[in-house]
């Protein structure tokens, strides 16, 4: 009879098998882009390599290396892993620069839509004696005049308390601590979950191998992660941090603002945390 594999054991390769096919599943539209664009692009990152490389003096060994660093990454199906960790937080940074309303982070390569809808207010998906310490989540969404948006859409997903996703990591339920809710006639909702844990990134693959040869460490600070959207307003993608918690000063992804840390206070109850985060749209 063979073991049934635990969150304990998820791998980078699984994990970054999964993320490249949710990925390719979002991108089958194949969206345009303009050939001058490209090339301007292109030719200034490549143009911004060929300065390093200069600078550094590279020499062939490295130059090696690289290229089979490169085709590990591949190998593992680590590239939306790696861009996500180390590039999105600047393309997210300058598509929303001019951007009022609610701040945006990185969306991270976990994310699966279609989470099961919970109404205005629920629990998330969980097993029974899901580890952790309790937590209500809940704020108002509303446009940037303070007007709540009835109907506004939230999507919200995490990682467990030891650090693990649903559908990246085996032994979990599908759609364990992933769900979707609707803001009721006040622009309100509830959302009753775990806390999560920080966690280290899939370290044992492709990405793992630049993070420890460059010294560096591949933990990120503890986090919810979000979608709120209604129509005629720009759609937020977000993560919360939680006030105190390790790595916000150094998180891998460089992903963290002060505008999204997170202070709960215990419930009067005694039977875990509460905070609320309200959210302002920017119209379309």
Known sequence: MTDQLTEKDAKAAETGANATRYFQEKSK??????PERVSTVAGAALKALHD???EHDVTYDEYDALKSWLIRVGEDGEWPLFLDVFVEHVVEETVNKERDGSKGSIEGPFYVPNAP??????????????PGTPLDF???????????????????????DV??????????????LRGTFTAGDDGRFMAHTMQPAPYQIPHDGATG???AAAGWHAWRPAHLHLKVAAPGYQTITTQLYFEGGEYLDSDIASATKPELILAPTPKADGSGVEVTYDFALAQA
Request: charged residues 20%.
């Open 29 to 34: 539209s194949g969206a345009q882009v303009d």
């Open 209 to 211: 191998q630049l993070i």
């Open 52 to 54: 390093v490389i200069r």
């Open 117 to 130: 809808q919970l109404g205005a207010e629920g629990t998330l998906p969980m097993r029974d004696e899901e």
């Open 163 to 176: 650090g693990f996703y649903s559908q990246f990591a085996p032994g979990l339920p599908e759609w364990n």
């Open 138 to 160: 809940g704020g108002t969404i509303t446009d940037c005049d303070g007007k709540a948006l009835p109907g506004a859409v939230i999507e919200l997903w995490h990682a467990d």
